[in-house]
């Protein structure tokens, strides 16, 4: 896994990191992508990993649960709660992994110009600890890698 570039990569405090990408799809196809079940399913997650559970109850209060699979049959478990949804502009919640501690404050920003769809996702820690614990994890490239398949299903949708 890598990060190809087309992700940007910030730490501008010590509890948040933040992720910009740009995608060629009008916003609302990008927020149904992380919204929808039959999409997520086909592009969240690094290349060689598939959405094994996909549960999205998309509503404030409502939640998620997903279960990443990787190529050697390992699994990664998260789950959240939705704090705040306002399609297709906006959405904030809560995240936590099954194998690693704390929970985090996610708000992803859909911020559409000319057809193109900026995406900023600012990821707010509990502790400088967990943050840096996440940053050395490699979450930067699988980010990266699951945008690029987002990038790819946008593509083949617009």
Not at 93 to 109: C, K, M, N, R
Not at 123 to 138: E, F, M, N, T
Request: net charge negative; proline share 6%; hydrophobic share 35%.
């Amino acid at each position: 896994m890598r990060n190809t570039g087309t992700l940007s990569v910030s730490t501008p405090t010590d509890l948040e990191i933040v992720m910009t990408r740009v995608f060629d799809a009008p916003r609302a196809l990008v927020y149904e992508a992380f919204s929808k079940p039959e999409l997520l399913r086909q592009w969240f997650g690094p290349r060689g990993w598939s959405l094994a559970v996909c549960e999205v109850d998309l509503r404030v209060g409502g939640g998620f649960r997903f279960v990443l699979r990787g190529p050697d049959g390992k699994e990664m478990g998260m789950r959240g709660t939705y704090l705040e949804l306002a399609p297709p502009e906006r959405s904030v919640h809560l995240e936590s992994f099954d194998d690693y501690p704390g929970e985090s404050q996610v708000t992803s920003l859909f911020v559409e110009t000319s057809g193109q769809t900026t995406l900023t996702v600012t990821v707010l820690y509990p502790s400088k600890q967990v943050r840096d614990a996440v940053i050395h994890s490699g979450m930067e490239h699988g980010a990266a890698e699951s945008y690029d398949r987002l990038a790819e299903l946008l593509t083949a949708r617009v």
